[in-house]
Every structure is written in C-alpha cells, then in structure tokens.
C-alpha cells in the first residue's frame, strides 16, 4: 500500500502534529445564574454542578474560574415572581439586583468579558421572549422593551449584549438606539438561529422563566429547517451584528457548519442545559466517562465551526486542562 493513514495515527506527536481541530478554555463561555440576596448557593437539581448564586458569593466563584482561565461569562437572572409584570419592566430598572451585580463584578475584574441575555422572559409575567397582547407575541411592540433593557445593560457594564428573544427586525433596534446613546463599542453577540428546541428544561428551571401559556414556536425556529438560519443571520449581519450564534449545538452541528461557511463574522454556539444534563445523567448512571465525553462534545462543535462555545461544562474542561 502506498497510503497508509494510519502512518498519521502512529504517535501522540504525530497525531498532534496533524490535528485539524483545536478546543481551549479561551474558546468557552460559562454561563452562570444570579439570585438577588447573600450567601446564596442553590444547585439547580436538573443541571447538577450548576447554581443560582448571590453577588457575594458568585464573586469568589468567578475568581476562582479566572484562575482556571475562563474570562468570558454569560450572566442570567432569577428574579422573584413578585418584581414581574407583562411589560418587563424590572428589566431596565435602577433596581435590577443582575443589574447592580454587573457593576460589581466588572469593578472588582474589570479585564473579564461579561455577556448579557436580553429577552423579556426572565422579567416577563407572560413568561414569553416578546410582549404578549391578545395571546399573541406582539413583534414591533416588544423592540423599545429590548432597547431599554439593551441600554440598562450597556450602562452596568456589559461588554457584549445577547438578545435571545428572536424578534424580527431587533438587531438593528438596538444596535441603533446603543448607537445613539454612546454605547458603539458595546457588541451584540445576536441568538440568530435559536430553535424551538425540546432541551432547554433544565434552565428554564433554573429561572423559572417557563412560558404561563402557549409555546415560543411563533418565533424560536422551526427544528425542521436549515435554509431559514441563513435568511437570519444574513438579517443580523446586515443589521449591525458582531458576532451570530446557534441554539442548542449538539442537535444543529449541520447549521453551525453551513452558517461558518456562509457568513463573514464569528459563530458561536451555545451548547444548551438538557445536552449538559444528559451527559451528567448518564455519567452518573456509569453508561460514559464523564471527561472524555465532555471533551469530545465540546470538539465536536468546535469541528463544525463554532468560534466559542457557551457551556455549563466550561469550569470542569478548564479543570481537566489543567490536570
């Protein structure tokens, strides 16, 4: 035989030397809940290893996570029943504990990325993304909510706001309204092609942010199209994105790729609470290795074109690069 592939295989260094994909803590984003209040640490029994924590002690956790390399965060809010309403209201407020925490936590590390969600649901009484009239997701309505809460965020610090909301039209809304208010280095990370996907329980749980009636399929994507994510991300381009990202990952390798081969900005992919706990599930059962499988997940989507990964997994990969 005069091709051999597995003369490339023979040894570690060789392997090394040809390797097409590489996966590094600076290609991971951890996302990590707030809970206003002190001393809080609550695990998210759906997502085990993963909290709802207090300022004070997110604070201590975050610092530790810097030493391990991580310096890029996604931060969501858990906020009480009682301070939602249908207009979101407490999204923007001078009272918003997530808010405040921001301010905190880019004092104390001002050289970390933090990343924002931008949606109505987390504040939402509806429980929806959009502005809910008549039962229905009510798109234009919703845009002046996002900006005001775009605004908020940009004020408090955040470096790259994430609208997660998935209304037309809403990248260029606010990437104008930041623009005006002097916030054009604030960059927009947009959830371009976010589906309607069926492993977004565990963080759902995690905020308690479930819809009260009805479901997202009015404006998360259809799981069944591909050429979809296309016209959308070409949209947020063309409206002032910086970066596109794809929701959940493991189920939609296929639309990264075709997303990295089309369009001229970076991509990320957020590697989603049910594909984490699955693999927990089953790790805990003894039915995978629980660190080999996380790694070959994590490389996976980054084969497929991701430039950086949102994942629950991001502090236990830098953990087993360090070990």
């Known amino acids: 035989m005069n091709i051999r592939p597995r003369r490339n ?3 570690a260094a060789v392997r090394n030397l040809v390797e097409e994909t590489n996966l590094g803590v600076q290609h991971l984003i951890y996302p990590m809940f707030l809970k206003d209040g002190s001393n809080i640490k609550e695990e ?15 604070l201590k956790e975050i610092e530790a996570c810097i030493n ?21 209201s407490y999204s923007y407020s ?24 931008v949606a109505m649901d987390p504040y ?27 605004i908020a965020q940009a004020q408090a610090g955040v470096d790259i706001i994430g609208p997660s909301d ?35 329980g565990p963080f759902r749980d995690a905020l308690s942010s479930a819809p009260k009636h009805g479901d997202k399929k009015t ?18 381009f063309e409206e002032g994105a910086d970066m596109i990202m794809v929701k959940p990952a493991l189920c939609y390798l296929d639309v990264i790729q075709t997303l990295r081969e089309s369009m001229p900005i970076p991509i990320t992919a957020y590697n989603v609470s049910g594909e984490c706990a699955m693999i927990h599930a089953a790790s805990q059962k003894g039915w995978i290795d629980y660190e080999p499988a996380v790694a070959e997940l994590l490389l996976s989507i980054r084969r497929a074109g991701a430039d950086g990964i949102l994942t629950y997994f991001a502090k236990d990969f830098a953990k087993f690069s360090k070990d």
Not at 44 to 58: A, E, F, H, Q, V
Not at 71 to 87: I, Q
Not at 107 to 117: K, R, Y
């Open 68 to 88: 391990l390399g991580i310096h890029t965060y996604d931060l969501f809010p858990a906020v009480d029943d009682s301070l939602k309403d249908t207009v979101a």
């Open 219 to 236: 404006y998360q994507m259809n799981p069944a199209n591909k050429r979809e994510a296309l016209l959308e991300a070409q949209l947020d």
């Open 94 to 117: 001078e009272d918003n504990f997530y808010l405040k925490a921001i301010q905190k936590i880019k004092e104390t590390f001002p050289d970390i990325t933090i990343m924002s969600d």
């Open 9 to 11: 295989r023979k040894s």
């Open 166 to 200: 998935m209304m037309d039209g809403r990248i260029g809304y606010i990437r104008e309204g930041l623009d005006q208010k002097g916030y054009s280095n604030t960059s927009i990370m947009s959830y371009t092609a976010k589906y309607a996907s069926a492993f977004y």
């Open 124 to 150: 939402s009484s509806d429980g929806h993304d959009g502005l809910v009239e008549d039962g229905k997701i009510v798109n234009d309505k919703t845009l002046p909510i996002l900006l005001k809460m775009s």
């Open 44 to 58: 998210i029994s759906s997502l085990p290893g993963n909290y709802r924590w207090s300022i004070d002690l997110l």
